[in-house]
């Protein structure tokens, strides 16, 4: 049933197991536990400009109201005063989601700006659905719907199209990802199965990370600034027109973090740094033609806990992308990206990955009622990792992975009801074939209200984690499954949006889902195996929701209620179940007021609450977070941000001895632009 | 730090309700209908893009015949039309507007401002327009390439629009250079109608 598969690769959670020596059994399964996590079967994620149920557009929003105006006001100016006046609107934002079937949600880059978010998992706090807890000063555990972990699987995370989780254990590295948050258009994030578009992984989601076209970040660009938990940080950046369509910028991006703090107290030891470098080039020779030319390069270094070493993190990827339309309403589309990753954990383990991948897409409108997608796809992935603490055996391993998706979107009733098939084929090394089919019906109730209801089935494939991971320790062994199988979930969703009048939108999301074949840990004797003997059941609402009082006070507000519950299979031995259900609080809200003041001054106001994590004991916290900018002129900002402002520490994720707490913390910064 | 949690969390929920009640306290307050400040600022655009157009003699009986501006479907502008037009002259006429939902009524127009809500009948809407010489403007991506004259379009937050002057010049409409200097220029697509 499966290939003999190889597959080397580190798994980063060990580093934190060794900062605390094996006292028990139940060190060692939670370590099992999150080792397992790593490592993940050939997840092709279609890379693209983000093409959902819908198509979001390229639209931004963000208010910048000033004060009120009375329409003589506006008549009275000249065509460059008009030119230069801001304009947001609740509308804006909500017109590009309002015709997805799927629980999607958008943060701007004035999203990003003025919540004083620094990093791209800050940044997804905002949206309903996520949980984002802080493990460490530079790692997270991100999911959506249950599940998580810092090694969390079930989330397929593209930057530009190029999928950025490692197959090793299907999870991402987030101390890695990166890019100037200046240059981020928008990250589209889609909560639940969109197997059929994106393929496997994306069992509870997909965010992708949208960077703006070179031609849009045109001239130099300089911000720099510092703080207490962020403790420094300088970017440049420049871009110019290369000749009549073709733009590029480059940039260079430098931070150095603070470390975080033990639940005792004792500093924790995680402080890490990391300078980035990248480049754009975008060219547009006729409308209908368009290739793009990206790629970066970073390296960077944390603390290792009771360890003068430090682990060294670096990589580089580069990618290219040519679109063409064609005369009878048809296009193309064409991508190719390359990837390398190295993590040299001191004692622990080293992994070196390349990764190359090609992608084919191409979409025509059928008479007036079909619009079909499809793609074709395929991924190579090789590693070799060096064998430490953890092994992994064989300890070279080389992946392919192929994939095949189609999707027609059918206007039922046109403009009323339109229903998407649609269906992602991939074969991987792991478990062979697996499909992914989902079916989207999407209800345009009036012009202010949608809804819509999917069923869907997804698959997180077998990685290393499961397969190859081999730990002998005293007391207790770990010993790969090489017959491990896919895990399965079958998605049950349902949606709401209302835009009653221009000022307010609310979009509400429900889902029940249900896995089977789960990983489980058995324990015979004095041998845990990893197989496939839990199933499971979530279910969930989220809300969202964006207000705009008056011209110059937007308030976002996003509520999450998640219920997980998971069983062993008849026979099964399994000790992690418990701890599976406790990963993910079972409520969550964020709320965020953003006021236009006078003279050029902004003021962000965020209040998160996030509900506890019972397996783990991290109780429940309120974080605030608060950011004053002022931007005197067109080309000079400055702002102050303080983060976690009620509370001087609290953990987010993790237990025991080895559990983090991170701190308040406050920074200052500019930005100026000519 | 947990009784301060607790505060903080009654605090929270007291704020959100806190803002949901000034929401809708705030909004009473508010004119009913205050069209959007997006819609008074493209209202101002029109009516600044008539003083660099010049329409062929034959679009005008006298030399007093007011400009007609209509707005063809679902209506984003509501009385601020009327408001800014109000008491204004371009080239010693007055400005009227009209809507309506159907192309037919608006074929004395001068200017058709064509709704998002007709999106899906842009192509018919132009094709209907060819042999005339009315200003075609929207708001909906993708409309100057189809043939339409001007189109409004969101850079960040600031409004900015594209003309095709190709198809403006088979209508006779002559546009100042001091109005196409600001703008982005499009031709038509290939395979436009």
Redesign the interface.
């Known amino acids: 049933m499966k290939l003999h598969r190889k597959r080397n690769r580190s798994v980063t959670t060990t580093r934190r197991s060794v900062a605390s020596p094996p006292r028990n059994r139940r060190w060692l399964l939670q370590f099992c536990v999150c080792g397992a996590f790593m490592a993940s079967a050939a997840i092709e994620g279609r890379s693209q400009d983000v093409e959902p149920a819908t198509r979001p557009?390229a639209?931004?929003?963000?208010?910048?109201?000033a004060a009120?105006?009375q329409?003589?006001e506006?008549?009275k100016?000249?065509?460059?005063e008009?030119?230069?006046?801001?304009?947001?609107?609740v509308?804006?934002r909500e017109s590009t989601i309002g015709q997805s079937a799927a629980a999607i949600s958008v943060i701007t880059?004035?999203d990003i700006r003025r919540s004083g978010a620094t990093s791209i998992p800050e940044a997804l706090r905002m949206v309903p659905g996520m949980n984002v807890a802080q493990i460490d000063a530079s790692n997270w555990a991100i999911s959506a719907r249950g599940f998580n972990n810092n090694t969390a699987n079930k989330l397929l995370v593209l930057m530009d199209g190029r999928s950025v989780y490692t197959p090793l254990f299907s999870g991402v590295f987030w101390d890695v990802q990166d890019t100037m948050m200046q240059d981020v258009d928008r990250i589209e994030v889609i909560r639940g199965p969109a197997g059929a578009v994106w393929g496997a992984n994306a069992v509870n989601g997909v965010i992708n990370v949208i960077t703006k076209d070179a031609k849009d970040t045109q001239g130099a660009l300089v911000t720099g600034g510092g703080g207490s938990e962020l403790r420094d940080f300088g970017a440049a950046q420049y871009g110019w027109q290369v000749k009549d369509d073709v733009f590029a910028r480059i940039y260079v991006k430098h931070a150095d973090h603070d470390e975080t703090v033990f639940r005792s107290g004792a500093p924790g030891q995680d402080d890490w740094s990391m300078t980035q470098s990248g480049f754009r080039l975008d060219g547009q020779p006729s409308?209908?033609n368009h290739y793009t030319l990206q790629g970066d390069i970073y390296s960077g270094e944390t603390d290792l806990a009771n360890s003068s070493e430090n682990t060294d993190l670096a990589g580089g990827n580069i990618l290219g992308r040519v679109t063409q339309k064609?005369?009878?309403?048809s296009d193309v589309k064409l991508q190719m990206y390359y990837d390398r990753t190295q993590r040299d954990i001191p004692a622990t383990f080293v992994e070196h990955r390349d990764t190359f991948d090609i992608d084919f897409q191409y979409h025509v409108p059928i008479g007036k009622q079909h619009d079909v997608t499809m793609g074709l796809g395929y991924r190579y992935s090789t590693d070799a990792v060096g064998n430490r603490v953890i092994t992994f055996v064989p300890d070279r391993e080389s992946l392919n992975l192929f994939s095949a998706f189609i999707q027609d979107e059918i206007q039922l009733v046109?403009?009323k009801l339109r229903l998407t098939l649609g269906s992602k084929f991939e074969h991987n090394d792991f478990s062979g074939f697996e499909i992914e089919p989902s079916a989207r019906l999407l209800w345009t109730i009036t012009?202010r209200q949608t809804a819509w209801v999917a069923v869907s089935r997804a698959v997180r494939t077998p990685t290393q984690l499961e397969t190859d991971l081999t730990i002998v320790a005293p007391g207790a062994s770990l010993i790969g499954n090489k017959d491990f199988d896919s895990e399965v979930e079958l998605a049950y969703e349902a949606g709401y949006r209302i835009q009653p009048?221009?000022?307010?939108a609310v979009d509400i999301a429900a889902f029940y889902n249900n896995y089977d074949d789960l990983r489980s840990l058995e324990l015979n004797g004095t041998i845990f195996s990893e197989e496939n003997k839990l199933n499971g059941q979530t279910y969930g609402v989220e809300i969202g929701s964006t207000?705009q009082?008056?011209?110059w006070w937007t308030?976002r507000?996003a509520y999450t209620f998640l219920n997980v519950q998971v069983q062993t299979d008849p026979g099964s031995t399994d000790v992690s179940s418990e701890s599976l259900e406790g990963n993910d609080p079972r409520n969550q809200?964020y709320?965020r007021?953003s006021f236009d003041l006078p003279y050029h001054f902004e003021l962000d106001c965020t209040?998160r609450?996030v509900g506890e994590l019972e397996t783990q004991g991290v109780?429940?916290?309120?974080a605030?977070d608060a950011r004053l900018g002022w931007h005197p002129t067109d080309q000079l900002e400055l702002a102050v941000v303080g983060q976690n402002l009620?509370?001087n520490r609290?953990p987010e994720f993790g237990t025991g001895a080895a559990q983090h707490e991170i701190e308040r913390g406050v920074y200052a910064m500019f930005t100026y632009k000519w | 730090?947990?009784r301060?949690?607790g505060i903080?969390?009654r605090l929270?929920i007291g704020?959100?309700v806190f803002?949901?009640a000034?929401?809708w306290g705030?909004?009473s307050a508010?004119a009913q209908g205050t069209?959007?400040?997006?819609y008074?600022?493209k209202?101002?655009?029109l009516?600044?893009f008539v003083q660099y157009i010049e329409w062929p003699a034959a679009s005008f009986a006298k030399a007093d015949t007011p400009i007609t501006v209509g707005v063809l479907g679902?209506d984003p502008f509501g009385p601020?039309l009327e408001?800014?037009f109000q008491d204004?002259a371009v080239q010693g006429r007055k400005l009227v507007v009209k809507r309506s939902r159907q192309i037919e009524d608006l074929k004395s127009c001068h200017v058709i401002f064509v709704s998002k809500?007709e999106s899906?009948h842009v192509g018919n809407i132009l094709t209907s327009l060819n042999d005339s010489s009315i200003v075609t403007i929207s708001e909906l991506?993708g409309f100057a390439?189809s043939g339409g004259i001007i189109n409004f379009?969101?850079d960040?937050?600031?409004?900015?629009f594209e003309i095709n002057p190709t198809a403006a010049q088979p209508k006779g409409l002559k546009i100042s250079s001091?109005?196409l200097k600001?703008a982005k220029i499009?031709?038509t697509?290939?395979?436009a109608k």
């Open positions: 557009s639209d931004q929003q963000q208010p910048e109201v009120a105006k329409p003589d506006f008549k100016m000249s065509l460059d008009l030119m230069n006046v801001e304009v947001t609107s509308s804006r880059q004035d409308p209908d064609m005369s009878d309403g046109p403009e012009k009048v221009d000022w307010l207000v009082p008056t011209e308030i507000a809200y709320v007021s209040w609450y109780p429940s916290y309120m605030f009620f509370d609290h | 730090m947990n301060t949690t903080f969390q929270g704020l959100l803002f949901a000034s929401t705030g909004r508010n069209p959007t400040k997006e008074q600022v209202a101002a655009f009516l600044n679902a601020i408001k800014t204004e809500s899906e991506d390439g379009y969101f960040d937050k600031k409004l900015r001091q109005l600001r499009v031709a697509d290939k395979g």
